[in-house]
Structure formats: structure tokens, C-alpha cells
């Protein structure tokens, strides 16, 4: 009963410095979301996959990149971090349009 | 004007009382609306969702919906301690994506 497993759980990077954060989920969702979540902001979709093979730019997509690598997992690349991305990364999915996401737990990123 | 818009309180309630917690938006073509609970340092866990004008009841949650309005709103019956934390209005809008208000933290105190 995994659900939605990301990894890692807290990463601290140098400015500049790469990572990616994975994803993965065991319900057999068509569609992968995410988000980053910042105090006062909300969430806000950075990238999404609506199907495997398929990504699409959301509404804060700059300095991020994404693969679908199938249909369980949705990576998000950070090429350059900056102290900008310093936020709780979330990613979610669901079954189809109009239905609830389920969420990951969350990944805490502290760009220095 | 935020696409969904939630009043970030503090929303302070008794224990017992009920709670109500509102949410509008501004796409009119949004179909589907979603509550979502979110305690501190975890993620958003999906409590309730509605899709058509009028109440729709899970236990002590009712959630209303008034598209005429573009009003959602979340009442909690029996308010307990247990329920503080914040309530995040996501709504689907025509690109089939949901767009997050900021939350309302809600209080409950003994």
C-alpha cells in the first residue's frame, strides 16, 4: 500500500549544484503532477505527465526539467539549483481528468 | 484575482462547535472540487470532493458547492482537536489540472 513513494525526504544542495528527485507510484494512474509548496504561495504545479510519454509545462516550469520515464515513475531534474528552489517539493497522481491526486510525502530542498 | 482564493486565518473554533471553511474561484468552466487536509510538515491528504451543485456528506465533513456563486465551502460537525490543521480548496478548472488555494489553518481548541 505504497502509494505515491518519493525520494529523498530532505536534500541540501550548493547553488549550481544538479539533482533529481524521483517519483513513483504503484496505483496504475495514468497522470504525475509536481508541485513545490512555499509559505504563503500555496501549491503550484511546476510539471506534469497527463499520460506515459507525454509532459507538459505548468505554471512555474523555469529551471526544471521532467521524464516519464514509464508508467510508475515521474522524475523532476534540477540542472542549476538557485536559493530560489529552496521549497517542499511534492509529487502526485491520479487515475484520470477530475479525479483527486494522491500525494507523495514530500521532499524538503534547502538550496544554500 | 487568485484563481482560488481561501481566507488563510487562523480560524479558531471550540472543541464540539462546527467549523466552516470557504473557498471561490474564478473559472467558471471548473467541474470538479476537492478539500484537502494538510498538517504540519506533511503532505495533502484528499478528504472530501464534489462535483455538483448542493451538500455532499462524509461523516462529520459536509462540503457545498454553488457554481452559480463559484463558492465551495467545508463544514466540520463536532470539531476536535485532532481536525487542526490546514484545509487546502483545489478546484479543476478547464485544463483538467487543480489549481490549490493557500490554505486555511483552522484551531481547534479544548
Known amino acids: 500500500n505504497a502509494g505515491v513513494t518519493q525520494t529523498p525526504k530532505f536534500q541540501v544542495l550548493k547553488t549550481g549544484q544538479s539533482m533529481t528527485l524521483q517519483c513513483a507510484q504503484d496505483m496504475n494512474h495514468n497522470s504525475m503532477y509536481w508541485y513545490r509548496q512555499d509559505p504563503g504561495m500555496g501549491l503550484r504545479l511546476i510539471y506534469y505527465s497527463a499520460s506515459e510519454g507525454t509532459t507538459d509545462k505548468g505554471e512555474v516550469p523555469n529551471g526544471y526539467n521532467v521524464s516519464r520515464l514509464n508508467k510508475r515513475e515521474f522524475s523532476l531534474r534540477l540542472e542549476s539549483a538557485a536559493p530560489s528552489q529552496t521549497s517542499v517539493y511534492f509529487c502526485?497522481?491520479?487515475?484520470?481528468?477530475?479525479?483527486?491526486?494522491?500525494f507523495g510525502s514530500g521532499t524538503r530542498l534547502t538550496v544554500v | 484575482q487568485k484563481e482560488v482564493e481561501q481566507n488563510s486565518g487562523p480560524l479558531s473554533v471550540p472543541e464540539g462547535a462546527i467549523a466552516s471553511l470557504n473557498c471561490t474561484y474564478s473559472?467558471?468552466?471548473?467541474?470538479?472540487f476537492f478539500w484537502y487536509r494538510q498538517y504540519s510538515g506533511k503532505s495533502p491528504e484528499l478528504i472530501m470532493f464534489?462535483?455538483?451543485?448542493g451538500d455532499k456528506e462524509d461523516g462529520r465533513f459536509t462540503a457545498q458547492l454553488n457554481k452559480a456563486s463559484q463558492y465551495v465551502s467545508l463544514l466540520i460537525r463536532d470539531s476536535q482537536p485532532s481536525d487542526s490543521a490546514t484545509y487546502l480548496c483545489?478546484?479543476?478548472?478547464?485544463?483538467?489540472?487543480?489549481?490549490f488555494g493557500t490554505g486555511t489553518r483552522l484551531q481547534v481548541t479544548l
Open positions: 464534489i462535483y455538483s451543485n
Open positions: 502526485a497522481s491520479n487515475q484520470n481528468e477530475g479525479s483527486g491526486y494522491t
Open positions: 483545489a478546484v479543476t478548472g478547464t485544463a483538467s489540472k487543480l489549481t
Open positions: 473559472d467558471r468552466g471548473s467541474q470538479s
